[in-house]
């Protein structure tokens, strides 16, 4: 069996503020997602469908033309090339996006040593 726990996986840093964790399988990327309050998640697009779901704090967040503060379990779908970004509430904030196809521009996290 393929599994593993996210406990057991190195955060990578993306940006001040930003930190993750993907796990890969064939046809997707599932990834934690560690945000910092008031980030700005700058606006973006990717060939990808996307699905977030917030686990705990929230985020102001814009999809194409519509924006709603989303928090923990808000699952919001993301259709590939659509544009989207937001802002982080004043809390801690973490998530799970799940990618479809993989992201294989995303390194996949390494297991802790020891």
């Known amino acids: 069996m ?13 940006m001040p503020g930003m930190k993750r ?4 399988a ?3 990327t599932m990834v934690l997602v560690d945000l910092a309050p008031n980030l700005d998640l700058s606006f973006h697009n990717h060939i990808h ?3 977030i779901m917030v686990l705990e704090g929230g985020v102001e967040f814009t999809l194409e033309n519509e924006t709603r503060s ?15 970004g937001g802002k982080v ?11 479809s196809p993989q992201r294989d521009e995303f390194p996949a996290s390494a ?3 020891g």
């Open 2 to 14: 393929n599994c593993v726990n996210w406990s057991e996986l190195e955060w990578d840093e993306v």
């Open 26 to 28: 064939e046809s997707f």
């Open 111 to 113: 297991r802790k040593s």
């Open 70 to 84: 989303i928090g923990p379990g808000d699952v919001v779908r993301i259709p590939p090339s659509a544009e989207h």
């Open 89 to 99: 509430g004043d809390s801690h904030t973490q998530l799970i996006d799940l990618f």
């Open 49 to 51: 469908e996307q699905a």
């Open 21 to 24: 964790k993907v796990v890969h």
